[in-house]
Each structure stands twice: as structure tokens, then as C-alpha cells.
């Protein structure tokens, strides 16, 4: 991820006016959108997870998924929402007493949900980056600058995972966390 830094002064805002640069102020996030879709994309992508680690290979890890979503766009066209998310999926497991995270994942998504006519949604196509080149230019494309340059940042959602597989494995709120 690349953070681009921007000159504070009169001399940086004449230079985009100057040469026609529109730039995409973060236009915030519907918090009531956000809470009604978020479950939608958090439970695909557990579904999309599971099967692809190492913690589920080894039954007596008893291993589970476990996905956050971060909304950095939300736009919302009737029916239909457009959400660029950051996510982050940790594949965790308990061995001895001990929460072990076994494998995971974090990359940037677009993720396209339709309401559907009981007021539900459904996820119905998901975009993520590719692999290597493109990573990149791929990101520019598909968020505002804003929101790219908070990719990848924590914003607690680590210690977030830790605690719902505590909770999940009933294991005290201090237990630490080992390598599968």
C-alpha cells in the first residue's frame, strides 16, 4: 500500500485547482446502511474462507473463521449498495489452553449487494484486487483517495477477532495467542 502525502499550503491547493484535479472527500458512512449490510459481507466472507486453512486440516484445533468487514465507501442507489470494504479473515484454532491463529487474510473488496423485496440483502458480486501487478492501480480505481490510504490500517480490528474467538473457544479475555 502507498501512502501519498500531500504539502499543507496555499501552493498545493493552487496546484490542484490549477490543473483541474477533482478530489473525493470521504462523504462518510450511513451508520444504519452499514449496520444492515455489514452481517451480509461478514457471513460470505466466513463462507468464502472456510476450507482454505491450515487450522481445518488439524480437527483437534477445532479451527474457525473468523471475518471483519471495515466500511471506507458506502453508497446506496435504491435497491442496490456498493460498499469498498477493507477486510481482514483470521483462521484460529485453540491447542493447550491457548487460542492459536492458524492462517489469514486482509485485501481490499467491493462488494455489490441488492435488497431484496422481504428487505434482506444479498451479496450478488464481489471484486477484490489481483494477485501482484495491478494490486495497486487497482486500489486507485476502485476507492476514493481518502479511503485508500486508511487500507490496511488496523483500527482495532485484531484485537476485535481475538476476542469473538475467546468468546467463541470460552477461553478468559487474557489467553494469548500462539502460532498454529
Excluded at 444492515?36 to 486440516?57: M, N
Excluded at 453508497?75 to 492459536?100: K, S
Excluded at 479475555?173 to 498454529?180: L, R
Aim: charged share 25%; hydrophobic share 40%; proline share 4%.
Amino acid at each position: 500500500m502507498s501512502v501519498r502525502r500531500w504539502g499543507a499550503g496555499a501552493g498545493a491547493v493552487a496546484v490542484l485547482v490549477a490543473t483541474g484535479v477533482w478530489v473525493m472527500w470521504p462523504a462518510g458512512v450511513d451508520a444504519r446502511l452499514w449496520g444492515e449490510v455489514r452481517p451480509v459481507i461478514e457471513a460470505r466472507l466466513v463462507a468464502e474462507s472456510q476450507g482454505t486453512g491450515y487450522g481445518e486440516t488439524v480437527p483437534a484445533l477445532k479451527a474457525k473463521w473468523f471475518c471483519r468487514a471495515r466500511a471506507l465507501d458506502l453508497e446506496e442507489n435504491g435497491d442496490r449498495i456498493r460498499a469498498g470494504v477493507d477486510t481482514f479473515c483470521v483462521e484460529y484454532g485453540v491447542r493447550d489452553g491457548a487460542l492459536v491463529e492458524c492462517g489469514g487474510s486482509r485485501f481490499p473488496q467491493v462488494v455489490r449487494l441488492k435488497r431484496d423485496t422481504d428487505g434482506d440483502y444479498r451479496v450478488v458480486s464481489r471484486e477484490e484486487p489481483p494477485d501482484g501487478a495491478g494490486y495497486a492501480e487497482w486500489e486507485e480505481s476502485h476507492f476514493s483517495f481518502f479511503a485508500e490510504s486508511e487500507l490496511g490500517t488496523d483500527s482495532g480490528t485484531s484485537a476485535a477477532l481475538e476476542s469473538a474467538a475467546r468468546a467463541h473457544f470460552a477461553l478468559p479475555a487474557g489467553t494469548p495467542v500462539k502460532d498454529c
